[in-house]
């Protein structure tokens, strides 16, 4: 029996959940929501993009037929395609925009940190 995450559950550990929070409750991205949220909404999409679906059926279709390890893969439950298509269209895109900018920032820094450090003793 395999004990390991699946390939989606670990790049979804990379992510910033608590930034991701802080950027959601400023654009009031959950506001009046129950259970779609804007992080299920975020993972969702990753994994169509990861996925390589062309359209919200495809996404939909593809995470049906993967209805069990949903909460493995850190999603929880599936989601309807007009829900989808519902939270796509009225949630503010800037959310999911300033999370990436800010993601690609951190990753830059500590990646010039490092590259920094690395040749700091050098003559």
């Not at 999911?96 to 951190?106: I, N, Q």
Request: glycine share 4%.
């Amino acid at each position: 029996m395999n004990k390991d995450k699946y390939v989606f559950a670990q790049l979804v550990g990379f992510l910033d959940n608590f930034k991701f929070l802080r950027i959601v409750k400023k654009y009031e991205g959950d506001k009046y929501i129950k259970s779609y949220t804007c992080w299920n909404q975020l993972l969702t999409m990753m994994f169509g993009q990861l996925s390589n679906q062309e359209s919200l059926r495809d996404l939909i279709v593809a995470m049906e037929a993967h209805a069990g390890k949903l909460y493995h893969l850190g999603i929880g439950k599936s989601v309807t395609r007009s829900n989808l298509n519902k939270a796509n269209e009225q949630r503010n895109y800037r959310i999911f925009e300033e999370f990436a900018t800010d993601s690609s920032d951190a990753k830059e820094q500590k990646n010039n940190i490092t590259f920094t450090e690395r040749f700091r003793d050098l003559p």
